[in-house]
């Protein structure tokens, strides 16, 4: 993904899904025109027009960086790739906002990236319930100081729920 950027500073937002499709194909970024019912989703819910558009303000990133077929990822490997996921992050200095896509995203996020104990953590679907999206503000600490805005969502192609377009709260 990085070498999709040739300013590593112009992105303000980073979307994290759980893992890459098992198709290659089906990529974002390996196949930006060819649209697919995530990034159908995936940019009704960012409310962009295109590829470019979300290119121009966003980056997309994995949670998980091998792909499993399993409902759940498992605890070890959401703190293994955590790793991963915030060393990519970092090469993005100008992320305020995060839109995090998933129950294992969140997780991953809420325990690795926030370093929050698990009795701190609200239960996803009771997080989502009453919007179908939450927001947050907070410091992530591999990041700095700084306080960034937390947007958490359904995934745009898992289960029956869809969470409404966001856009006119991100910056």
């Not at 989703?41 to 979300?54: A, I, K, S, T």
């Not at 839109?99 to 370093?115: C, K, R, T």
């Not at 997080?127 to 591999?142: Q, S, Y």
Request: glycine share 6%.
């Amino acid at each position: 993904m990085r070498a999709a950027y040739s300013d590593l500073g112009a992105p303000r937002a980073a979307v994290i899904g759980r893992d890459s499709p098992m198709n290659p194909d089906m990529y974002l970024y390996r196949s930006p025109r060819k649209s697919n019912r995530f990034s159908h989703n995936l940019f009704e819910l960012l409310g962009v027009r295109d590829f470019e558009e979300f290119k121009a303000r966003f980056v997309l990133t994995d949670a998980i960086r091998c792909h499993t077929t399993s409902p759940h990822v498992p605890q070890n490997a959401l703190a293994f790739c955590a790793k991963h996921l915030g060393a990519e992050l970092k090469l993005f200095p100008n992320l305020g906002t995060f839109v995090v896509l998933g129950d294992d995203a969140y997780m991953q996020f809420q325990q690795h990236l926030l370093e929050r104990n698990p009795e701190q953590i609200k239960p996803y679907e009771d997080l989502m319930k009453l919007e179908g999206w939450a927001r947050e503000e907070a410091r992530v600490p591999i990041l700095g100081e700084r306080m960034l805005s937390i947007f958490y969502c359904y995934h745009p192609t898992r289960g029956y729920k869809r969470s409404p377009c966001i856009a006119q709260w991100l910056t």
